[in-house]
Structure formats: structure tokens, C-alpha cells
T-cell receptor
Framework: SQTIHQWPATLVQPVGSPLSLECTVE??????LYWYRQAAGRGLQLLFY??????ISSEVPQNLSASRPQDRQFILSSKKLLLSDSGFYLC?????????????FGSGTRLTVV | GQNIDQPTEMTATEGAIVQINCTYQ??????LFWYQQHAGEAPTFLSY????GLEEKGRFSSFLSRSKGYSYLLLKELQMKDSASYLC????????????FGSGTKLNVKP
């Protein structure tokens, strides 16, 4: 069966510090991978998605970036965090061939920028 | 732009039936999804509608009317564990990787 791992679960970082969140998927190959952010009281906002190694589509440029160095690894990064980067970050995967199944989300990272 | 509207919060009694509505105005449409999200946890997939009508999965059913830009999630025989937020999401017509999420409806189930 497929599983998705995301870490860390919580993170408190000072403004201006770098960020690296990692997500890995097991039990499937060539998944579509996504990074979402959920701010308090707001809907999920798509940040990046990837349909293959090295292929990144950005929906919200800002000061975040994403990379996919391996088929089942997706990384969200920032060089300098802003207060507005605080939120709940979710990694997700989907099977591109089975579009009716929606996403499977990771357990999320709660980021607080102070 | 894309607009997905859901009520912010609802309260219902254990054992009852509750209907959570979602209306959408999007430039395109290729499916509507419902997710359940317990507090502090990740969303989990509940249902998918792409054609008009009702889809039933156990205690949960989801309805879609594309002409009205309207969907609802129906929860029967409510249990305390159904207390959660329910997210409505519309998939982009041209890009299967893009979804537009509503802000979610927080459902409180009381004894």
C-alpha cells in the first residue's frame, strides 16, 4: 500500500531563517506531488506541483521554492522566511492515471515564524 | 477568478442527518471533491462527483448539479467522530493538477 511521510510535524523558525520541508511517498512510482498551505480559517492554497523528477510548476511564487530530486521525494524550501509564511503545510500525492481518487495528504507541518 | 463557498460552521445532534452545501463559480469544471479534516490533521478524501446526481458511500452521500454550480455532502446517522471540517474542492477543467478549495465547514456533533 502507498504511504506518504512528511516531516517535521511542527517547526518554529525566526524571521529571515531558511526552511526545508521534506515529503516522501512509498509504494507507488511516478506520483504527482503537491505542496499546499492552509492558513487559519482559510482554504487550502496550492503552492507547487510536480508531475515528474525535476518538473516543478509554481502557483504562488513568493519566497518559496520546491524541488523534486527523486521520483518520490518533494522538498519545499525558502531562503528567508517571512511572518506571513506561518501556516499548516501539507504535502500530497495523487495517481495521475486515477483522477477520481483525489489526493492523499501527508500529516502536515505546522510552521510558526516568529 | 475561482470562488468556492461553504458555510463556516454547523452544529448537529448525534444520530441525526446533516447536509453541508457548497456553491462554486469557476471558469471551468472537471470534478468536485469532498474531504474530511479533523482538527490538526491532514484532510482525507471522502467523495468525488463529475456528473450530476447522487453518489452514495455508506453513511456519506454527495450530490452535484453542474448547471447550478452546487453540491452538497449528506451525512447520515451522525456520530461524535464526524465532528470535523469538511472541505469542498473543484478541479480545474484544463489542468487536473489544480484544485480550488473552499474554506471548509466546521461540523460540531453534540450528544
Amino acid at each position: 500500500s502507498q504511504t506518504i511521510h512528511q516531516w517535521p510535524a511542527t517547526l518554529v523558525q525566526p524571521v529571515g531563517s531558511p526552511l526545508s520541508l521534506e515529503c516522501t511517498v512509498e509504494g507507488t512510482s511516478n506520483p504527482n506531488l503537491y505542496w499546499y498551505r492552509q492558513a487559519a480559517g482559510r482554504g487550502l492554497q496550492l503552492l507547487f506541483y510536480s508531475v515528474g523528477i525535476g518538473q516543478i510548476s509554481s502557483e504562488v511564487p513568493q519566497n518559496l521554492s520546491a524541488s523534486r530530486p527523486q521520483d518520490r521525494q518533494f522538498i519545499l524550501s525558502s531562503k528567508k522566511l517571512l511572518l506571513s509564511d506561518s501556516g499548516f503545510y501539507l504535502c500530497a500525492w495523487s495517481d495521475g492515471a486515477r483522477t477520481s481518487l483525489g489526493y492523499t495528504f501527508g500529516s502536515g507541518t505546522r510552521l510558526t515564524v516568529v | 477568478g475561482q470562488n468556492i463557498d461553504q458555510p463556516t460552521e454547523m452544529t448537529a445532534t448525534e444520530g441525526a442527518i446533516v447536509q453541508i452545501n457548497c456553491t462554486y463559480q469557476t471558469s471551468g469544471f472537471n470534478g468536485l471533491f469532498w474531504y474530511q479534516q479533523h482538527a490538526g490533521e491532514a484532510p482525507t478524501f471522502l467523495s468525488y462527483n463529475v456528473l450530476d446526481g447522487l453518489e452514495e458511500k455508506g453513511r456519506f452521500s454527495s450530490f452535484l448539479s453542474r448547471s447550478k454550480g452546487y453540491s452538497y455532502l449528506l451525512l447520515k446517522e451522525l456520530q461524535m467522530k464526524d465532528s470535523a471540517s469538511y472541505l469542498c474542492a473543484v478541479r480545474d477543467e484544463y489542468n487536473f493538477n489544480k484544485f480550488y478549495f473552499g474554506s471548509g465547514t466546521k461540523l460540531n456533533v453534540k450528544p
